[in-house]
């Protein structure tokens, strides 16, 4: 069957899903599930002296569900402390459901899956040497795939039931109280592990520091934390930066850079209290710089930033350019030791954030966002998961939620190498033409046509404006025709749009 993406999702998958239809998110009334709550006496103490004792503690049983956040990135030594513990006791048919997962986390989640620990996985996002496994289809059972927000919405709704999370913290209490602005390992928010901490049957914080009660601020409270592990280490906070978030010295990002400025400052959304998101990718985050000065020229401040955050954003809020940080991940060490030093620096939830079925998320009031993309088509829809190769690469993150905006951009190069990046059709499609408003390339922009009023804006300005099929031509003309990609009719992945339909479906690469 055909969605509105004019994707085609295989009919097995029909009987559990709808097919993508809208971005549009009308008002419904939504039952959230509680979790279950195990009574802790005045006598208890929920301090655990290892990861074994406690896995034995909450009853971990083959075929449960349980989840890790991915604050630390490619720092985190959580994951694979807890994984080769369970691996050990023979474990069987886990449900691995993480905020997301990185690097750091590959080669233990293959090991599981070879082993039977793990069978099925939910996540944002996977890349190198899993993304590999699972697209050559290492994993029996579709991998499925979703948004920030659209996670929210599963764990708040029960289609993801935890039973058992993980959550590494820099430091808590013996009682359960934690954050992750104090400690050695600091990270910042610790935004996506309190949706798991809220839901979650059972909950493990497992921590380097434990301090005097109470811990505070609060992040995670205690009337929600079953049990608190200490360890030697759980993450390298060094290591939060590292990969998509780095920043860039590439002349060609930097010029896109310049040029998304420059379409920020002359669009009607540029003005005092405005607000604003930035996402991954050397581009995307280089454009806060660039913004800095311009809103300092011109004499205009906004009123929030949002969503992953760095440290040159945070300096826009400690020099009085943003009155409010709304932060629900830290992208770099600056902006996690921000958490500690600024009170407008406000830490959110993911469902807080983006998830489109709840009273009212943030992304609602974004006035102007700037996101990044592997592949975007002539029809505007975009790809941040499969490379030009069908392999799982990357994560849908925040993507969909915050592509919402009123001004929603991608910046992307032209080309990558020998590969094009704006393309006739993107090889998955994660994000809708229909959130797009603009693409910046290094030689100039492309409008969507629905977009009459910023057609003729930038008719007025000195910005160069292509459409979309000019500038798939151009790169067409440099690298050639990319020979088209063959896959087996086996579906490894489904990619669920930000309300829980599907979208696109990933399949099998043929060897």
Known sequence: ???????????????????????????????????????VSQKDTKLVHSIKDV??????????TISFHHHFREGDYVFNQVMSVIKEMRFKDLTLAPSSLTNVMND????????????????????????????????????????????ARAVEQGEIKIDVAFLGVPNADEYGNA???????????????????????????????VVPYPCTPISIPQTQVDYVVKVDEIGNPEKIGAGATRFTKDPKELKIAQLTNDVITQSPYFKNGFSFQTGTGGAALAVSRYLKESMEK????????????????????????????????????????????????QEIDASFY???????????????????????????????????????????????????????????????????????????VITPGDSI????????????????DLKEIFAQSKVPVFTIEELQKRAETIVGVPEKLEFTDRVVALIEYRDGTLIDVVKQIKR
Do not use: W
């Open 437 to 452: 408003d603009i693409l910046v390339t290094e030689i100039g922009i492309a409008i969507n046509p629905k977009r009459e």
């Open 298 to 345: 011109e004499n205009v401040k906004a009123s929030f930033a949002l969503g992953g955050i760095t440290k040159p954003t945070v300096d826009l809020l400690s020099e009085g350019f943003i009155d409010k940080v709304l932060d629900v991940q830290d992208f770099d060490k600056g902006a996690a030791l921000g958490m500690a030093e600024h009170e407008n620096q």
């Open 179 to 209: 954050n992750a602005i104090h400690g050695k390992a600091v990270f910042g928010s610790l935004g996506y592990a309190m949706v798991d901490a809220k839901y979650a049957d059972n909950v493990v914080l497992i921590t380097d520091t």
């Open 108 to 151: 233990m989640v293959v090991e599981c899956i070879k082993e039977g620990v793990i069978t099925h996985i939910t996540s944002s996002g996977m890349r190198g040497s899993l993304g590999e496994f699972i697209s050559h289809g290492g994993l029996d059972n579709p991998v499925i795939l979703r948004s920030h927000g659209g996670r």
């Open 1 to 39: 069957m055909k969605n509105k993406v004019n994707r085609d999702i295989p009919d097995e998958f029909l009987t559990e899903y709808s097919v993508f239809e809208t971005t549009v998110i009308d008002h419904q009334k939504i039952d959230y599930k509680a979790p279950t709550v195990k009574v």
């Open 55 to 64: 896995i034995e503690k909450v009853g971990l049983e083959n075929g449960m």
């Open 354 to 428: 983006a998830d489109p079925f709840n009273k009212g998320a943030v992304v609602n009031q974004l006035d102007i966002v700037i996101l990044s993309a592997l592949e975007i088509d002539t029809k505007f829809n975009v790809n941040v998961m499969t490379g030009s190769d069908g392999v799982l690469r990357g994560a849908i993150g925040g993507h969909q939620d915050a592509a919402n905006a009123k001004l929603t951009i991608i910046t992307a190069p032209l080309v990558r190498g020998r590969i094009p990046t704006v393309v006739n059709d993107v090889t998955t």
